[in-house]
């Protein structure tokens, strides 16, 4: 690519430039100056050098690409020495820490900066320094942020990208000025802390001892102390103006926590840092647009389940979703302290628990399915600082429309690519005969969508169009603040967690047959939540105990509230074999241990009111249905179509691809059960579709490879494991 580079420096960053320039072979000759002979010496005696100088006037004579990798204030210097070296079609870039002092020095050398100047900053590095210190892999899957002006030149910038590019980094774009502003936010204020921290210690008279007791946290959080002090110099004084900005605001939040010590303030202390805990996280999934938990990260996954086995065993799957996220939404809006066991820590629940985190509560955990809500009461939400980031979470952002179009502050609420194209008028609407100011995206109505806060609610008598427990639950919701009754319709039974819980909470509200009524202007009281393991969830193992040879399984402590058992309606319908054991009530919910065990399915037309109550599992009883005899009709059920997916086309193209007789149909599916075979299928990043798919495997004459799995931690996180325990042959591999 180049024929010459000259670097100017040969420290840890310049070195291992010159390393990837090498190793990548972009660069006929690399040749550099030094102050430090011995650096040149050594960088010559390892071969990474072919020439080297001690005047950097002399190392930029033949350069096509000059690079500055020397401390940052002695840009202007340096290029006032090369400045008559250079050839005219020259690149010069720099690898600077700070921008803004880099370009006024180039400006003060040259009068404008350089049309072929393209500064850059490479966010990689180690407390480490000099030649030897040096990686070829260094900028690995880092980040680098070229900030070019406004006249720099097409050409340069993209030979700039592309050298970053083969070094393996991701290369960003900024302004000059706003990356001097996050960069004294993100680098320079975390190394002025470290080195301000060891300094006031060290000064200490007992500081021997407090150096020799020194442990883990102290060390992990002062290790980049020992980084180059001159750089840092250099830093500190080049972007004078951020940094001092960045402490301000430091020093802000210091003085915050340290008041609410002094004052005793429990809950702001443990607001601080049970958000602060999270928050590195959440931004990162915000920032991808995920929904992806930590153990499946945002790579593409694929689930490659190999033919046969079966399922046994007593199995326990994680907590209802729906109950989750409520629990979190009602705690938080009751005086008092709410605790949560048997809690769902999968995405969408986390979700929406740091949506509340975001407007002021302060929650502890999840930690093994508990968590410790302090209740703000119906009046307690603060703004939160950012637009609430909900992920694949159609049920956060339904259920908090109606929370959100109550409150005093504005708000905007965000999702992932698949909650993006999800309808969100259907709750929008009522909302707005409410009397909310709400705001949904685009002819379709989808996210972001923007609540305008300060809004008197009065109650609406409404009847729903669309049986849909989100729709019913977030005006319920609306309805704790809304001026009279508001009186609710449904078209067909569907989960009623909502009403169970707020009475639960001690909230009064009524049912008599489809309607449900709430009168605002009460309050709730904490109370403790014990969360019934997914019916949803269990689903996956009632099909797959079903269709699979010589299986028994005792899915345990499963939630059968009445509104969600369409999924035990529809397989022993089928023919299925399940019992349900210890008939129980926990906390308002039903409950009961499942056993199921192998049976000869058949198929059946799925009686239209079981739909409703077995929304979520279709994915699943596709399945059931390819393995049966006969031919299964599902009709009614054309909500479906706009879930995470739209749940008959892809379940439909998945089956048809494993050689099942599947034909979609508007509302639903007609499928002819017959043998299933091997293949490739998308789950379209659909948690429900790849989990029925991995199930389809136990029946199937050949390996099925599921792409797209990893949102299947919004509602199972440990899917596979507990399967592959029971005795699927599931495998994850990363594509
Ligand atoms: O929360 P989300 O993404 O909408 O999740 C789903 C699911 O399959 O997990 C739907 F895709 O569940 C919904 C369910 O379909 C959860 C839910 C609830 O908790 O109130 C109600 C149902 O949705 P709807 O649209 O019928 O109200």
Redesign the pocket.
Known sequence: MFNQVAFIGLGLIGSSLARSLRANGLAKTIVASSRSERTIRTALEIGLIDEGFSDAADAVKNADLVVLAMPVCATQAVLESIKHNLKSTVIITDVGSTKGNVVAAAEAVFGTVPARFVPAHPIAGSEQSGVLAGKANLFDRHKVIITPLAHSDADAIAQVQQMWQAAGAEVLTMTVQRHDEVLAKTSHLPHLLAFSLVDTLARESQNLDIFRYAAGGFRDFTRIAGSDPTMWHDIFFANEHGIVAALDGFSEGVARLKAAIVAHDSDAVLGILTRAQVARHHFTHMLAGTAYSKTMNTKNLQFVVAAGGTLQGNLRVPGD???S??SIMLGSLAEGITEVTGFLEGE?ALATLQAFRDMGVVIEGPKNGEVRIHGVGLQGLQAPPNALYVG????????LSGILSAQKFDTVMTGDA??SK?PME?IAKPLRSMGAVIQTTGEKGTPPISIKGNQLLKGITYAMP????????GLLLAGLWAEGETVITEPAP??D??ERMLRGFGYDVTTEGSTIRIRGGGKLTATNIDVPADI?SAAFFMVGASIAPNADVILEHVGINPTRIGVINILRAMGGDLTLLNEREVGGEPVADIRVRSAKLKGIRIDEADV?LA??EFPSLFIAAACAEGTTVLTGAE?LR???SD?IQVMADGLITLGIDAQPTPDGMIIQGGQIGSGKVISHG???IAMSFAIAALRASGTIEIEDCANVA??FPLFVELARGAGLKINVVEA
């Open positions: 979703k729906s109950i996220h409520r969408d694949n979470s159609g049920t956060s952002m339904r259920l698949s909650l999800r259907r669309v049986a849909s427990a989100q729709v019913k639950s569907t989960r967690h909502s949803s409703p929304i979520d909500e706009v879930k995470e749940r659909d948690h429900r919004t509602s």
